[in-house]
Structures are given as structure tokens and as C-alpha cells.
């Protein structure tokens, strides 16, 4: 049930972040098209499908899919609460920045416990022997990340085709 719960919680968000990042020009436009009938993202959740097919096709066990995900997951969330740090040491949009309780303590101490939580993880998969859900777990949000950076520029250098050039 756990499970259940998770992936119905991950298809939805994940498929709204597909529809934003389209809509900003960072992904296949097809991908942010929401259905006429049903406002919602139906090739963003079959394109999902398919890798998540994909996924329980090549990870063997069930834990191991979960971590793997987990892993790629939470590494990328800490250093996204991280960057609340970046951001106020540059001072930059100080009004608009996100205010949190108890800060800067709350985000601290959640980096803490989440990287806490994924090193007992890791620490696991390295007593067991068994590399290949670390090494893919970051080869995968390394490889998410390259392609997301190539795509950005790409999008840019469009938008910079687009604009007329002043005379």
C-alpha cells in the first residue's frame, strides 16, 4: 500500500513538473499539453509509464527500485533547500524569497537527517556489496541534469532567435 501511495504521488508531481518545465521551453512542448476532456497531462503520464516500465524491467527488487529513486530524490531536494543559503548570501530578490519557520535552523536540520538517511542507505548498498543502485542512482541524476543543462541552452538559443535584433 505504501508503495501504491507513493507512485500515485510521484506520477502526478512528476508530471507537473514535466508540464512546467515544457511550458518554459525546457522540455517537448507535447509534454505540457493538458488533455481537453480531462485537464490533464495524458502524454506526460504515458511517457512516464514507459520509464517507469523501464525501470521495473532492470531493477530486480522492489527495494532497490524505491532507493534507487529515493537516492536521486532526496539529493536533489537537499540541495535545492540548500540553495536558500545561495541565495540570501547574494542577496538577490530578498522580498520574493521564501520565508520558512525557524529558519535558518528548520533547513539545516532537515539537510542534516536527509543526508543522514541516504548515507545509512548508501552505507547498506556498500556492506552488501551491491553498486549498482548508488552508481546508477547518481549516474541517472547526473545524466537528468546534462541534458536538462543542454536543453536550456537550446531553449535559450531559440528565445535569442526569436527576439528581432534592434538596429
Known sequence: ?????????????????????????????????LDDKRKTPVFGFRLQSFFAGLMILFVPKDSDLLNFSFISITVLSVLTVLSIFVFRLRKEEKRSLYKTFGYPITPILYAIFSVGIIGLVVLQYLTEKNYYVIFGSIASSLIGLFVFDIWKKISEKKKDERIPAKI
Open 1 to 33: 500500500l505504501l508503495v501504491i501511495g507513493n507512485v500515485n504521488s510521484t506520477m502526478i508531481t512528476g508530471t507537473r513538473i514535466a508540464v512546467a518545465l515544457s511550458r518554459d521551453g525546457l522540455f517537448w512542448k507535447k509534454v505540457g499539453v
